[in-house]
C-alpha cells in the first residue's frame, strides 16, 4: 500500500459538522423530500466525522542505502538544515529509464511530499535512508524489518 499524499487526517469541529447539515437544509430541503433530506445528512455527518475513526498512521521501511527496487528518500542534516532528495533507481523503471533519477536537495518536508507523490504516481513503494534523525513522527512510523 502506498502511503497517501496527505498524511494529515481531515478534522472537523461539532460546529462545522452542525453548519454544514443546517446550510443543506436551508438550500436543498425544497427540492428532497423528507427520505432523501434524511440520508443526504447521514452522508454528511460520516464524511466530517472522519477524525473519530481510527485511521492508520503512514508506514515507511528504513533503509541504509538506496534501494533497486523503490522509490529511497534521503534525508540529511546539515549547515543549511534539514534537506531531502529522491531517488529513482532506473532497475525500478521497468526499462523506461537507463540511468538512476537524483532530484535536487529539497527542504525535508518538500522531499517528503514529492517521495509519496512520486511514489504513488508511478506505483512504487517508497523507503526512507535517514542517517542524521531527520525524520519527523508526524510524518509516519519508520521500520526496520527483522532479519
Given at each position: 500500500?502506498?502511503?497517501?499524499?496527505?498524511?494529515?487526517?481531515?478534522?472537523?469541529?461539532?460546529?462545522?459538522?452542525?453548519d454544514a447539515v443546517d446550510a443543506a437544509r436551508q438550500l436543498v430541503?425544497?427540492?428532497?423530500?423528507?427520505?432523501?433530506?434524511?440520508?443526504?445528512?447521514?452522508?454528511?455527518?460520516?464524511?466530517?466525522?472522519?477524525?473519530?475513526?481510527?485511521?492508520a498512521r503512514n508506514r515507511f521501511e528504513q533503509v541504509n542505502e538506496v534501494q533497486p527496487d523503490a522509490i529511497?528518500?534521503?534525508?540529511?542534516?546539515?549547515?543549511?538544515?534539514?534537506?531531502?532528495?529522491?531517488?529513482?533507481?532506473a532497475a525500478a523503471s521497468q526499462?523506461?529509464?537507463?540511468?538512476?533519477?537524483?532530484?535536487?536537495?529539497?527542504?525535508?518536508?518538500d522531499a517528503f511530499r514529492g517521495a509519496i507523490r512520486l511514489a504513488n504516481d508511478v506505483k512504487l513503494a517508497l523507503v526512507v535512508c535517514d542517517p542524521d534523525g531527520v525524520w519527523k513522527p508526524d510524518w509516519g512510523d519508520l521500520y526496520q524489518p527483522i532479519d
Open positions: 500500500m502506498f502511503a497517501s499524499m496527505y498524511p494529515e487526517p481531515i478534522a472537523a469541529p461539532d460546529r462545522l459538522i452542525r430541503v425544497s427540492n428532497l423530500n423528507h427520505v432523501q433530506f434524511y440520508h443526504w445528512t447521514v452522508i454528511v455527518r460520516n464524511f466530517f466525522s472522519l477524525r473519530w475513526k481510527t485511521m529511497t528518500l534521503l534525508l540529511k542534516r546539515d549547515n543549511d538544515g534539514a534537506s531531502g532528495s529522491i531517488v529513482l533507481p526499462g523506461r529509464l537507463t540511468t538512476d533519477q537524483v532530484s535536487a536537495q529539497l527542504p525535508a518536508q
